[in-house]
């Protein structure tokens, strides 16, 4: 016994439809003792989703709420929000899933859902974006973290990580490049939320104390 108080860990409801690569970066955050978090559960609308195996294969609570079995998705979005209440769910954390948030969910969850998107917001919000940046002929794509409001890929941004987009690039090298970083900023954002570090004033996020200059902004500026 040292003597030092376990820090408090905020209970996430991590959302996912595909594969769960983000959710699998937040688990070894989590496991690896920088993310105060615990995954309180894992929950896909996709019965196939990958995340659904990688939640099972880490004895972290999962469930599946397939969005076919529901008429409205008002429904859908309340048997979801009834799922996070039960669990306890502080942060609702979006990784991959590719469903709309409805406003009836966002009002019980107030600045506690955040998303990830696989572009520099507001450039390319929606879908297919890595496929959008390459022909735009942009130099730079990257990923962003940000707060869920009731439009597409609207919300206050928290952080955001630059790639460069080469030559050579195809959509499924430049996905994996912004993919990365994905993983390296994720879990950043959700610690900062765990922190309290973060204030939505208006748009715009304040992270206090600031970060470091380009600290969890530009990770590898390449210029020209
Ligand atoms: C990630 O690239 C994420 O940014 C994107 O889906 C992928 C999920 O990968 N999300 C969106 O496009 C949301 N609009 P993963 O299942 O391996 O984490």
Same mark, same amino acid.
């Given at each position: 016994?040292?003597?030092?108080?376990?820090?408090?860990?905020?209970?996430?409801?991590?959302?996912?439809?595909?594969?769960?690569?983000?959710?699998?970066?937040?688990?070894?955050?989590?496991?690896?003792?920088?993310?105060?978090?615990?995954?309180?559960?894992?929950?896909?609308?996709?019965?196939?989703?990958?995340?659904?195996?990688?939640?099972?294969?880490?004895?972290?609570?999962?469930?599946?709420?397939?969005?076919?079995?529901?008429?409205?998705?008002?429904?859908?979005?309340?048997?979801?929000?009834?799922?996070?209440?039960?669990?306890?769910?502080?942060?609702?954390?979006?990784?991959?899933?590719?469903?709309?948030?409805?406003?009836?969910?966002?009002? +019980?969850?107030?600045? %506690?859902?955040?998303? @990830?998107? *696989?572009? =520099?917001? $507001?450039?390319?919000?929606? &879908?297919?974006?890595?496929?959008?940046?390459?022909?735009?002929?942009?130099?730079?794509?990257?990923?962003?973290?940000?707060?869920?409001?009731?439009?597409?890929?609207?919300?206050?941004?928290?952080?955001?990580?630059?790639?460069?987009?080469?030559?050579?690039?195809?959509?499924?090298?430049?996905?994996?490049?912004?993919?990365?970083?994905?993983?390296?900023?994720?879990?950043?954002?959700?610690?900062?939320?765990?922190?309290?570090?973060? +204030?939505?004033?208006? %748009?715009?996020?304040? @992270?206090? *104390?600031? =970060?470091? $200059?380009?600290?969890?902004? &530009?990770?590898?500026?390449?210029?020209?």
């Amino acid at each position: 016994m040292n003597g030092t108080a376990p820090r408090k860990k905020i209970r996430l409801g991590v959302l996912a439809s595909g594969g769960g690569s983000n959710l699998q970066s937040i688990i070894d955050a989590c496991n690896a003792g920088s993310l105060d978090a615990e995954i309180a559960l894992v929950l896909s609308n996709n019965p196939e989703a990958g995340a659904l195996a990688r939640a099972r294969d880490n004895a972290i609570p999962l469930e599946c709420i397939d969005h076919r079995d529901f008429a409205q998705r008002s429904d859908f979005d309340r048997a979801v929000v009834d799922c996070l209440e039960d669990r306890g769910v502080e942060l609702v954390v979006l990784a991959g899933f590719m469903r709309l948030i409805s406003g009836a969910f966002l009002e +019980k969850f107030p600045h %506690r859902i955040m998303n @990830i998107h *696989p572009a =520099l917001l $507001p450039a390319f919000p929606g &879908l297919h974006v890595q496929r959008k940046a390459l022909e735009s002929g942009a130099r730079f794509s990257g990923c962003t973290v940000h707060f869920v409001d009731e439009g597409m890929d609207t919300g206050p941004i928290i952080i955001q990580a630059v790639v460069p987009v080469l030559e050579q690039d195809t959509e499924d090298t430049l996905s994996a490049r912004i993919l990365e970083q994905e993983h390296r900023i994720y879990p950043r954002a959700i610690q900062l939320f765990a922190e309290g570090r973060i +204030k939505v004033d208006g %748009r715009r996020v304040q @992270i206090e *104390p600031p =970060l470091p $200059p380009c600290c969890g902004s &530009l990770s590898n500026p390449v210029l020209g």
